[in-house]
Nanobody, 127 residues
Framework: QVQLVESGGGLVQAGGSRRLTCAAS????????MGWFRQAPGKEREYVAS????????YYADSVLGRFTISRDNAKDTVTLQMNSLKREDTAVYYC????????????????????WGKGTLVTVSS
């Protein structure tokens, strides 16, 4: 059974940084991409970033490009989202996701079609 466990959420001041980690278990993820979505209060879930677990190819939403960095550690089956220059509008529950697809496809597919989701971790950015 696939499990995704996010960690690293919390309260951070605007302009600050936060690192989120997603630990995956339950199967071999060859050919898979992992990524992050987020959902702010009263808003729809939106794509943030994704990475190919095979090639390391990365893809980002325009809203976080240049501020967030996604990386992988295949030895540990973990993906990290380093978030810098945080803004109040980055406040959201951040969800880890994994799917047998390309990172760009993970960004464009309807979220409900993606294979596996974590339970989320809350990031709150204060002014």
């Amino acid at each position: 059974q696939v499990q995704l466990v996010e960690s690293g959420g919390g309260l951070v001041q605007a302009g600050g940084s936060r690192r989120l980690t997603c630990a995956a278990s339950g199967r071999t993820f060859s050919g898979y991409s992992m990524g992050w979505f987020r959902q702010a209060p009263g808003k729809e879930r939106e794509y943030v970033a994704s990475i190919s677990l095979d090639t390391g190819f990365t893809y980002y939403a325009d809203s976080v490009l240049g501020r967030f960095t996604i990386s992988r550690d295949n030895a540990k089956d973990t993906v990290t989202l380093q978030m810098n220059s945080l803004k109040r509008e980055d406040t959201a529950v951040y969800y880890c996701v994994v799917d047998e697809t390309h990172p760009v496809s993970l960004a464009t597919m309807p979220p409900l079609r993606l294979d596996y989701w974590g339970k989320g971790t809350l990031v709150t950015v204060s002014s």
